[in-house]
């Protein structure tokens, strides 16, 4: 993990590194396995066109955490995610091909909360082929 970051050198318009998260079928396979979320909307295609999807659709809660990586990586620490939401705003289609789809996500320090509680706010844009995928996506921060 990278060192921790202090709420003194961070500003307001602090732009935290991109990150780009690949995602397969075989992806979401693993996670339907780790969470225990078998939906058949996320790996079997003719159910998914049969409830109305354009495709396969990564899970919400996969797209989520892929989502906060930028933010525990900036931090250094897991940890210090005090708080975290989204607002689902469209799925990710995840076509059964050789690319599948990619999740980009961009951070910027929109707000420093509080000095006593060395708070900051995170401001995430979380989109996949063109589409923003997570709406109201921020995190509050804890520095040291």
Do not use: C
């Not at 420093?112 to 921020?138: I, N, Y």
């Amino acid at each position: 993990m990278a060192a921790r970051l202090t709420y003194d050198e961070v500003e307001v318009g602090t732009e935290l590194p991109p990150l780009s998260v690949p995602v397969s079928r075989a992806t979401l396979v693993r996670y339907a396995g780790a969470s225990g979320d078998f939906n058949p909307i996320h790996w079997n295609e003719r159910f998914a066109r049969e409830v109305g999807l354009p495709d396969v659709i990564a899970h919400g809660m996969f797209t989520m955490a892929s989502a906060a990586r930028v933010v525990t990586a900036w931090a250094g620490d897991p940890a210090a995610v005090v708080e975290y939401g989204v607002r689902f705003t469209k799925p990710v289609v995840v076509p059964d091909d050789d690319k599948g789809a990619l999740i980009e996500v961009t951070g910027k320090v929109a707000a420093k909360l509080d000095d006593e509680a060395r708070t900051v706010r995170v401001d995430l844009t979380v989109t996949s082929a063109g589409q923003k995928v997570l709406g109201m996506s921020r995190a509050v921060v804890r520095l040291a």
